[in-house]
């Protein structure tokens, strides 16, 4: 790819502040209460990528319009508002095609985003090491390849004539090669960071130490949880922010019977997780369906429990890691009152309430852990207070 081309891309993702921004949710008629929870989890997204929320719209639709996604006339109602507001930036909870965004912006005279661009500009903030880099490049390169419309259609390479085959190659032909060409470069390099990370992965397994893959929704402190159970000085980076760290992290632990165990801290899910992402972090995620176990993380805070399980075990289902035997805690039980654990004690009999915060539970936690993968249940939260 060309150094100029590149530069462009660099330019179409870059994460600048968004400043006043307006927020759009978008569903289906009986969908209300999902939509809104939806453009909730949006607003902190939105925040996490350095935006303030100036004014928040919510449209139900009996089905989505082709060309503005939710109608013309509520488009310019959001038009108005941007003007007023002085809003330059409106981001929609739904994905959009490249002709919805064109039109809503020509009509808005502001920038449109959508939820999947909105998630990828984080990643591409919060990516550190050299492998989250490339994988976050390629999902950004495979979201921008199907968008590449618009006014390049109307300039070409050569021009066409006599002794010539036809009107010559259109500059949105050569670029969409050239970015074809990006993403095969940079899926060879993540070939080569791969093997590195097979080669640790084998040396854990010959170890006989139990592979445990910590995951959850995102935010809800897996991170927190690994530095607290592992006790080690090299901390793992925490932020009360979503996709606060997206490389994986493992460290060794020691079960309360002295087996060894590795815990790896994964990128935490998110409701509409893009699919370019998916398939981008696919080497990472490959920590998931090869653990012994899996310790679901979910923050006892949240009014979303059952939506964000239903997330996970979509996600799970997509990794093919859904057999793999699992344990269930709720995190962050420091910031509840007593009548609050009651609830959650009676409504999830079989998960944990646990702080990574205050150490409280962990040491139950542990025990948890140490019981066979292959056991037939788990145990209960008046089983583990014996």
């Given at each position: 790819m060309s150094n100029e081309s590149q530069k462009g891309f660099t330019r179409f993702f870059e994460n600048k502040s968004l400043e006043r921004i307006i927020l759009v949710g978008v569903g289906l008629k009986r969908e209300f209460h999902a939509m809104e929870s939806s453009l909730s989890e949006l607003e902190r997204l939105a925040e996490?990528?350095?935006g303030d929320v100036a004014e928040k719209f919510y449209q139900l639709v009996d089905h989505y319009h082709p060309a503005t996604l939710i109608g013309r006339g509520k488009i310019l109602e959001i038009a108005s508002a941007c003007q007023r507001l002085k809003s330059s930036t409106v981001i929609f909870?739904?994905?959009?095609?490249?002709?919805?965004?064109?039109?809503?912006?020509s009509l808005c005279r502001a920038k449109a985003l959508d939820r999947s661009r909105l998630i990828l500009d984080i990643f591409a903030k919060r990516a550190q090491t050299r492998e989250g880099k490339i994988q976050v490049e390629i999902a950004q390169l495979s979201y921008l390849l199907p968008r590449l419309t618009g006014s390049w259609r109307g300039f070409s390479q050569q021009v066409g004539g006599i002794g010539t085959r036809g009107p010559g190659e259109r500059k949105l032909e050569y670029e969409k090669r050239h970015i074809q060409l990006r993403i095969r470069r940079l899926k060879n390099d993540l070939k080569k960071v791969k093997s590195s990370r097979e080669v640790r992965r084998k040396n854990r397994i010959e170890g006989?130490?139990?592979?445990?893959?910590?995951?959850?929704?995102?935010?809800a402190g897996k991170?927190?949880?690994?530095?607290?159970?592992?006790?080690?000085?090299?901390?793992?980076?925490?932020?009360?922010?979503?996709?606060?760290?997206?490389?994986?992290?493992s460290r060794k632990i020691r079960l309360p019977k002295g087996a060894p165990a590795v815990l790896t801290?994964?990128?935490?899910?998110?409701?509409?997780?893009?699919?370019?992402?998916?398939?981008?972090f696919h080497s990472t995620l490959e920590e998931i369906p090869q653990a012994d176990c899996l310790l679901i993380v979910s923050d006892a805070n949240s009014k979303d429990i059952e939506i964000q399980d239903e997330i996970v075990i979509k996600t799970l289902e997509q990794l093919k890691a859904a057999n793999v035997p699992q344990i269930k805690i709720l995190n962050k039980a420091d910031t509840l009152d007593f009548q609050k654990r009651a609830a959650l004690n009676l409504r999830y009999p079989n998960r944990l309430l646990v702080s990574a915060k205050t150490g409280e539970g962990l040491a139950l936690l542990l025990r948890q852990l140490e019981k066979p993968s292959n056991a037939p249940a788990f145990l209960t939260h008046q089983d583990l207070i014996k």
């Open positions: 996490t990528a350095g909870d739904h994905d959009l095609t490249a002709a919805q965004q064109k039109n809503i912006e006989n130490a139990k592979q445990i893959a910590l995951i959850g929704y995102t935010n991170s927190t949880l690994l530095n607290a159970l592992s006790k080690s000085p090299k901390t793992v980076y925490v932020d009360d922010k979503l996709f606060a760290t997206l490389d994986p992290h801290d994964t990128v935490g899910f998110i409701g509409r997780l893009p699919t370019a992402l998916i398939a981008a």
